[in-house]
Structures are given as C-alpha cells and as structure tokens.
C-alpha cells in the first residue's frame, strides 16, 4: 500500500498529526514501561508482544522500586510509526502497567548494555584480544592461562563491534543484558 | 475491626458488598467451601447450570441486558477451561463479567495434582486482569479490584483464581470502601478542543453520518439518549454495527439499517461516499470495513472510544477522542448548541434525497413462497407479533443471526445480545436464560439455528429447573447455512460437511426436558404457531423448519469495498475471488 496516495492521515490540514501515521517504514524504538513487580506481570507483556505478532528485540527487566513494588521494563521493538502506536496503547491500558514511555521520541535518551565475552587461545591471539579490549574499555573479569572473561558497556552497537573483532580471536561464550536506557536530563 | 472470616465467607461477603443478586455458576472439588456459604445464605441467588460454558454465555447475557457486572463461579481444572470461551467471548465484546475459580492448595500447584490447570495462565490472553489469590487477608481488597477493572473503562471479563486451602483459612475482611484506589482510572472525559473540532466540522458537513457501537450501549442508557438527541438535532443519518442495535431506534426517522458485511445498501453507500464520520463506541472491525484501503475514502473522520488502543488500529482517523461515550456527546451536544446549532441543512437535504433512493432499492426484499417458509419471513412474522412486548432477543451464530438483525427492530438499548466479535455457537441459549433470570416477566427469545443450538442445549435443563419461560425459536434449514453459503460463494457450491445430520426430534426433545415443543413448516400456520408459543407460560422450544438453501443477503464479499455488494439476485456462485478467499 502506498500511504502518499491515500488522502486520509498524511492530510497537512489535520491538527492532530505530528508525522505521517501510516508510513510503512520500520522504525526501532526504545520503551520504557513502570509495572507492578506482581506475579506473572512479564509474561502478561510478552504475551501482549506474542499474541499480537509484535516484535521484541531486547527486553530487560528488575525490580527498581523495592518499597512500591514497581519493575522497570526496557523494551527494544521494532514496526511501522503505526504499529509502535499500537504496542504503547496496548500496553498503556493493561492493568499493572502504570506508565509507558517512548524514549525514542520524546527527546534525548541514554542507552546502555551489558556484555561478558569468554575469549580462549594463547599467544598472538591472546594479546590482541587484550589490546582491543584496551581501546573498548572492556574490564577483564576472570582469566586462565588460557582464557579471559571481558565484560564491556556501552550502546548496543559498541558491544556488536567489539563482538565482531573479538570473534576469530577465540571468542567462545557470550552473554548480554539487553538494553537499559533513560531519558537525559530533568 | 476489620472483621475475621474464612476465605469462603469473604467471597460471598464480598459479592454482597458489591450488590450481587446472582451468580451461576457449577460447583466442584476446589469450589466447596464457597458453596457451603451460598448454602447458608439467602441474598445472592445461585443459578446452576448444566455445563461452564454456559454460566459464563449466561452471565453475559444477565450483564448486557442489565448493564451490570455478570458472575460465575466454577470449579478448577476443567470448570475453568470450560469457562475459557465465554471470557474470550465477553473480551472481544467488551462484557463485563466476574469469573472467580477454584485451584487447588497452595502447597499443591505445580504438582499436576487432581484437576490442576495453570488457570492464570490460561486465562490470561482472554481475560482484562486476572488474580491468583495465596493469602485470604488480601482476598477482599482482590475480589473489590476485580469488580473495578470488570467495568471501569472498557469493560471486559476478569478472573480471580481460589485455591482451597486460602477458602478454608481465616484473615481479615476488607470492605468495599477501605480498599485502596486502584491505580487502573481510564479517562472518562473527552479532550475540549478534539470535540470542538468534531463540532465545527460536523456544522460544515455535507455528508454527515453516525456509525455508532457496542460501546454506546456500554455507556449506559442516557449514552443512547443523546446519541439519538446528536443525530435527530443535526440531521445526520445513523447506521450501527451488530453489537450497537438499539441505541437508536430502528423506528427513529434517520435510521439506515446495520452496516457491515450482512448491512443495508443504504448503510453501507452512505459509509463509502460520506464526507463527515462520526464513530462512535465501535472498533472497525473487518466485518464492518471490509477492504480498508477502500473504507470511505473521502471522508473526514473522527473516532470517540474509551479504549485508546482501538484508535488508529485499523483505520486512521483525523481526530480521535478518547473518553466514555456519554462524557463526550454530552459535551458535543453542548459546544454544538453554544455555537448556534449550526448545520449545512441545504447539503443534507440533497443527502439524505441521496440515501433515499438507496433506500428505494429495498435491499432485505426476498422471495416470498406460500409453500416454504423462508427464513425472512418467519423473521418478519416473529417481529409483527412480539413488538409490542417488553422484548428481549438473544441469537446464536450463523445466518439466522444475521437475517435477525435485518428483519428485528430495537428501539432502545440492552434488547439485543449477541455474539459479535468471536463468534460463538451456542452463545444464544444460555445467555437467553441470562437475560430471563434478571427479567422474569420479559419476553425473551433465542433466535436459534438448529446446529447452533446444539452446541448448549443441556441448558434446557436449566429452563425448567428455574421455569425460565424463554423461547428458543430455531429456524431450522438442516444446514450449517452460514458455513453452506461460503461454500456456494468460495468453494465452488462443494458442501462439505456443512449439513445438520440426525437431527433430534425438537418436539420430543422438548418434552423430555419438561418443555413444550411447538413444529411448523407451513407458512400459512406460522402466526398460530407462533401465537401459540407466545400464549404458552413456560420454556418453549420452536423448530421452524425454513428453505434450506437461502443465501443471506446483501453481502460485502470478504476483500471487497462498501459500494461492491452483492444483492439477492446477483450470480453468487463462486462471487468471493482473489485476495478476498483467504480472509474469513
Ligand atoms: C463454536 C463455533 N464453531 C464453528 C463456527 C463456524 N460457523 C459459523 S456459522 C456456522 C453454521 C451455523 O449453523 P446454524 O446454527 O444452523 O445457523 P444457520 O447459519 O444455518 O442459520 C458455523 C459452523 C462458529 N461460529 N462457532
Ligand atoms: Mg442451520
């Protein structure tokens, strides 16, 4: 469907429209949604994302408020301008959900993410693996003769690049948070 | 001062506080305790049924015909997962019901113990919210809660897991006002300048139309008051979908007719070529756009819903409003009144000349026969001599439903209840039985197909327990007649497996239920077989043999626009082609 030749929705004369709502591309967007930490309230959002056929492409989640009780969720989705609007309406109206928040749009944001990589090998390989983790500032955290454990932070990207490179050095295990993000400023 | 109760006690002190009269419901193992208490009451009637899901239709049926909240209570494991399509049915149109379940103990869940199923898990895509509860002293402010989400905002089916060991334990009761607010407050009141916007477009509007929903009737009755007061004020011609019949009545003079895929040529023409488009508490459902990216093209839109989530889903409006119904055409009525009640009379005028000559192509004209009855006909009849009663219908599936909601009229809201969004055969029996209990002296009648009817029929049983005198009228064609009526459009008239085979004796069946059974298939017997039913003061099972091979009509084929129906006379063999085959 070709959304310019459709009158409707992408008319300048409406008020109500800040961008075309029918566009067709694929956006990434970060959410950041305030739960109740009851039971079962993550497999409620995912079921939503499941159910619906929408897309997760990370999701991170801890409780961050002890005394309310209240989980913060971090999600990575991706879809049409259309369909992002629909997963924040159809979260925003499930009933432990007390807050949802587009980071993408609503201003400057900071994201980061987690990784540890277990590199093996001796020699050559080895150093290198040491002198890319220098310029990532990734923090050694466990080593053997034979291995290292690198844990890095940064943007999802950073991590992928430094995923990349460490790969034909040994790099044998990995494990990722997912992404934490929040808004800058006050 | 907070008083001490078992858990069973503080179920039903709970459903007292919150103005129950009746619960149906089916007991079990895991619901006892809860049972031992209806035993020892006398307040809240509890009416048993013959199978779960029949508690949850009729609950349903008890809720919209009443506007308040239906319950159910069933037992574990297999009384929930019978209770799973009536909450998917309620979910889908927006009913608000209380379906409180046993579990097993506490200290068992998770053992695959006798009749354990993960009740939460399974309910939790076809419930708003639902609750296990492991703690009898949160048990109350829980079962308040559940109440709150039921029918706060869009309202829908909630569940509340009970496992026995919490029914049998003693903690605190919490009563209705020392619960805490819930955080769950869907805004009520519409935005200012969104409705001011509806307001000066609609005085501009040359085309103006009304499509109106479910949610109207949700609203409550004064939402369909001023629904009619908008239209009948301004001139702008109504239609409605399936779920929204009655909010304004069919007698009322701007009144178009159902729209949709079984709607009126009027309705459906003046959908495709308005210029102004008031939705009102309805969803665009593809029953009701057919193809969307032909969905009146030229017009501009505006969507009120309380659910935000139904905006810009399917169809994207200019100015979406979100709130309750009955908030903002309240405050439609009044900015339109302040600015002076203005409309483009002259424009409407050609208008509504326009919708005329659509109505004059009288698109539910049908075949008549004084042979057969058709199944119009029998329609038409049942509508002449029960319009002057205090009328309740319910329906079940199938092209029955549809010629019910052509050749019925509501004049006003709660009279209808069907199932719309899912679909579901053997909807119409129990929750006829729903809607008799609330209205004991009401005329309520099932307009029923044969196979349909099939699918809840041990609830006759529940008629004559409760001698709920509802009219179960079957219009009986020995087919599967929506199901035959796709083949005839899609798969080349091969009929497979939708016939009605070794259909019960209806009459015998009747009478072996302590019912009456009344049998005609000629049409010129039809009034007294009909009067005969109505004069008789008890349960009354109708088989109406029909033409068996009638095709409902007009009919917007799957994948097809507003403005390609297909009408009675039209080639139909195979008529639904392309894309349209693989949508259902
Ligand atoms: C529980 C369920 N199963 C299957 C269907 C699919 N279906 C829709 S209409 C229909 C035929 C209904 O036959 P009948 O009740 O005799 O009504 P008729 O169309 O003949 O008036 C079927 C099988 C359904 N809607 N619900
Ligand atoms: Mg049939």
Not at chain 1, 10 to 36: C, F, M, Q, R, W
Not at chain 1, 167 to 178: E, F, K, V, Y
Not at chain 2, 107 to 123: L, R, S, V, Y
Not at chain 2, 439 to 449: C, E, K, S
């Amino acid at each position: 469907m070709n959304a310019l030749s459709l009158k409707k929705g992408a008319s300048k004369k409406s008020a109500y429209d800040l961008k075309n709502p029918l566009g067709d591309t694929i956006e990434t967007h970060t959410l950041t949604v305030i739960v109740d930490n009851e039971a079962g309230v993550l497999a409620r959002v995912i079921g939503l994302f499941s159910g619906r056929g929408y897309n997760i492409d990370s999701l991170t989640v801890a409780e961050t408020d002890h005394e309310g009780h209240l989980s913060r969720v971090t999600i990575v989705t991706t879809g049409t301008p259309a369909v992002i609007e629909q997963i924040k309406a159809q979260l925003d109206r499930m009933v432990p959900i007390h807050s949802v928040h587009d980071l993408t749009v609503e201003g400057p944001s900071v994201e980061r993410e987690l990784a540890m990589l277990k590199v093996t090998g001796t020699g050559e390989k080895r150093v290198e693996a040491m002198r890319l983790a220098d310029i990532f500032r990734a923090n050694v955290v466990d080593t053997t003769l034979e291995s290292f454990v690198f844990e890095i932070t940064g943007t999802p990207e950073k991590i992928d690049a430094f995923i990349e490179l460490v790969r034909p050095l040994g790099l044998t295990d990995l494990a990722r948070t997912g992404v934490a993000a929040l808004a800058r400023g006050v | 001062m907070t008083r001490q109760m078992t858990g069973a006690q503080i179920v039903v002190q709970a459903l007292k506080d919150q103005g129950v009269d009746t619960v149906f419901g089916y007991p079990g193992g895991a619901v006892l305790p809860i049972y031992d208490e209806i035993f020892l009451q006398n307040e809240i009637r509890h009416i048993i049924v013959r199978h779960e899901q029949a508690a949850t239709h009729a609950a349903e049926g008890y809720a919209r015909s009443t506007g308040k909240p239906g319950v159910v209570l069933v037992t574990s494991g297999p009384g929930a997962t019978n209770a799973v399509t009536g909450m998917t049915d309620a979910l889908m149109d927006s009913i608000p019901m209380i379906v409180l379940t046993g579990q097993v103990p506490t200290f068992m869940i998770g053992n695959d113990a006798f009749q354990e199923a993960d009740t939460i898990g399974i309910t939790r895509p076809c419930t708003k919210h639902n609750w296990l509860v492991k703690d009898t002293d949160i048990l109350a402010e829980t079962i308040h809660q559940a109440f709150h989400v039921a029918t706060s905002g869009r309202p829908g089916p909630v569940l509340v897991d009970i496992p026995k060991d919490v029914q049998f334990a003693t903690g605190s009761y919490t009563p209705l006002n020392k619960t805490k607010v819930s955080h769950y407050q869907p805004r009520v009141k519409g935005d200012i300048d969104a409705i001011t916007k509806a307001v000066e477009m609609l005085e501009k509007a040359k085309r103006p139309i009304i499509y109106s929903g479910g949610g109207v009737i949700n609203s409550g009755v004064g939402a369909s008051q001023l629904l009619r007061e908008l239209s009948d004020a301004t001139g702008a011609p109504i239609t409605s979908t399936l779920m929204g019949l009655g909010a304004y009545p069919a007698s009322g003079k701007n009144w178009l007719g159902m729209l949709g895929m079984h709607g009126t040529y009027e309705a459906n023409m003046a959908m495709h070529d308005c210029d102004y488009m008031l939705c009102v508490g309805a969803r665009f459902d593809d029953r009701i756009t057919g193809r969307t990216d032909a969905f009146s093209p030229n017009s501009f839109k505006i969507h009120i819903d309380i659910d935000p989530s139904s905006i810009n889903k399917i169809i994207h409006v200019d100015v979406p409003i979100v709130g309750d119904i009955g908030h903002v055409l309240e405050d439609m009525l009044k900015i339109w009144k302040s600015r002076g009640r203005k409309t483009n009379a002259p424009a409407i005028a050609k208008w509504t000349a326009k919708i005329d000559d659509w109505r004059a192509v009288e698109c539910l004209t049908y075949k008549p026969s004084d042979t057969v009855i058709k199944p119009q006909y029998a329609l038409e009849r049942l509508e002449a001599l029960t319009k002057d009663h205090d009328r309740y219908i319910t329906t079940e599936v199938g092209q029955h439903q549809m010629w019910a909601a052509q050749y019925l009229s509501f004049e006003g809201p709660h009279r209808w209840m069907t199932s719309g969004g899912l679909g579901t055969m053997g909807y119409g029996t129990p929750a006829s039985m729903g809607v008799q209990i609330a209205h004991p002296d009401a005329l309520v009648i099932n307009v029923a197909g044969e196979a349909s009817w099939l699918m809840n029929m041990q609830e006759m049983g529940t008629a004559t327990q409760y001698n709920l005198k509802t009219k179960q009228f079957i219009l009986n064609n020995e087919r599967l007649g929506m199901v035959r009526q796709w083949q005839e459009l899609l798969h080349g008239s091969r009929y497979s497996h939708s016939w009605s085979e070794s259909l019960p004796d209806f009459v015998k069946l009747a009478e072996a239920f302590g019912a009456k059974g009344i049998r005609c298939a000629d049409p010129a017997d039809l009034d007294d077989a009909i009067m005969e039913m109505l004069n008789h003061d008890g349960p009354v099972i109708f088989d109406c043999l029909v033409e068996k091979h009638e095709n409902c009509f007009p009919m917007i084929p799957s994948g097809a626009a507003h403005n390609e129906m297909i009408m009675g006379e039209d080639k139909t063999e195979d008529a639904i082609t392309g894309a349209g085959g693989a949508l259902v």
